[in-house]
């Protein structure tokens, strides 16, 4: 971040997730990173829904070829290779534990306006957030999980 011109944003999560990325890989903002090859739907993610994305497709597994995306910063958005990958199946979702008004769902639904790719959105609507006992329970409450995921790529899949 210091070596970048401009004002950046690093989130932090207080709790406990699977670490996604490949140990001593260099990070470069604004790559997406493929983590798991599929053809049928790509699946993009970001932060602690990377790895529920991750299982998501190994659920899906010998029904629905999934493609999962590691979208490790919003801005500066690789839209180029958005729409490449999009191109290469019937259909997108994408998943975020934010809202998807302004967020990646927002983002990479602009990147394929114009390309007629049929987009499902796993975050959280329009609304105000809320407390809860766990983190767990607030995600659950959001529709910021596992299930969530799969059923998008099932109603993209059916399309």
Known sequence: MIQSKGPCYL??????YDNVTEEGKPFTIGKLSV???GTDVTVFATGYMVSLALAAARELEGKISVRVVNVSTIKPLDQTMIIELA???KGVV?????TVIGGLGSAVAQALAKTGRPVEF????DTFGCSGHSYQEVLEHHGLTKEHIVDAVKTIWEL
């Open 87 to 89: 191109r290469t199946c």
């Open 11 to 16: 989130r932090l999560n207080r709790n406990d």
């Open 35 to 37: 983590l798991k090859q």
């Open 122 to 125: 796993v975050g959280i609507n």
């Open 94 to 98: 994408t998943a975020e534990e934010h």
